[in-house]
């Protein structure tokens, strides 16, 4: 408790909010845990694991499991790097005029509401969003070539946008751009913030705890790439590594050593050597980023399949509407990966051929009503 305690003031934690210190603690803890998979598993893979199992092909499998870690390795510095941030200094970098001052002192309840009037609705106007240079599809090159797509006409006559007058709220759906008072920005569709990140993050599916940074539209294809490498080198090492850890370690240990808590216990007590308690968690990591990396890869597999977001698998907006992706599958795919897309999995290649995703207009986006039974 009183370690909880000390984080809560630390990390500026007020009371009650119990849960986000959990989740901001395993933020920190997890990107640790992947480094010290990744360099442990490769360390007894190459002088311990493999030369037990092999002699003469010895060479190709180290080859193996080292080009392994080393796209597993890029591929996580590509996540964290690559952004797919909808950011204030984003939003200029691409030539749109903001206006925050509309939203001085909005209530979180109310977000259009304003504190000093409480009968009358506040509400961006037109005027307040300009193209000057660019148009919003550019947003996902943003810094790659700097061309430039046929220009829009003023941002709000978009299908998305809001089309009610100043005195009318909006209708809150998902399917609409809403104001992010962390931000001071208003976001697209399918744009949400992260408080992890600091930052509404486009296209965003999930915040990858092991990478420590969300996965979102511009590094989509590499968190796909590192699941894919992540769960070919886990379930090789694994076949290994077991078969290693029964002939050499499980004739010392008893069964509960293969609780990696309890053999950390065990250790300090002096009951287990250090050498078996780092093979047990080595060993226990590893089985548990085959069923993560693989699960994900799957995971990420059906979505890019879909057309959707880990978001959309729910209900939208009450299972009144469903999200329909109108593309075919080979332009699905090359929205995440960009062209020529299987030469990701060799080396990335974001700088070289963007996505070809409009991460804010989503114009090949049907919203298709929900049919509906009817009950008598």
Known sequence: MVFLTILKSRLGFKAGEDVRLKVKVLNLLACPVYLYTISSVWFYMVTEVLP?????????????????????????????????????NSINKIGLKYDSSLYKGVRPDSPYTSESNQDKNVFPSEESYSLENMSLKDFC??????????????????????????????????WSWKHCEKCGVMKPP??????????????????C??????????????????????SVGTIYASVHF???????????????????????????L???????????????????????????????????????TTFERKPIDGGKVKIVDTRSLKE?????????????????????????????????????????????
């Open 332 to 376: 699905r795919i090359t929205s995440v990966f960009g062209a020529y897309w299987t030469l990701n999995f060799l080396l990335p290649l974001h700088f070289l051929f963007p996505p070809l995703e409009d991460g804010v207009n989503w114009v090949h986006i049907k919203i298709v009503p929900t049919e509906r039974k009817m009950h008598v």
């Open 52 to 88: 037990y199992h092999y002699t003469d092909a010895i060479r190709y499998h180290m080859t193996f499991i080292t080009v392994v870690c080393l796209e597993m390795m890029l591929n996580w510095f590509c996540i964290r790097r690559v952004e797919s941030s909808f950011t204030s």
């Open 141 to 174: 090159r943003s810094g790659e070539d700097g061309s430039s797509n046929v220009s829009l006409d003023p941002v709000f006559q978009n299908q998305y946008l809001f089309k009610t007058s100043t005195t009318t709220p909006p209708k809150r759906s998902y």
């Open 190 to 207: 399918r744009c949400n913030h992260c408080f992890l990140c600091g930052a509404c993050v486009l296209k965003r599916d999930h915040h």
């Open 270 to 308: 002096g009951f287990t050597s250090f050498f078996h308690t780092q093979v047990i968690l080595t060993l226990t990591f590893l089985i548990l980023f085959v069923i993560v990396s693989t699960g994900f890869f799957l995971s990420q597999a059906e979505l890019i399949f879909l057309g959707i």
């Open 209 to 230: 705890y092991f990478v420590g940074k969300c996965v979102g539209l511009r590094n989509q294809r590499h968190f796909i790439v590192f699941c894919a490498w992540a």
């Open 242 to 268: 077991i078969n290693y850890f029964y002939k050499f370690h499980w004739p010392e240990l008893r069964i509960w050593d293969l609780y990696a808590p309890m053999t950390m216990i065990r250790c300090l």
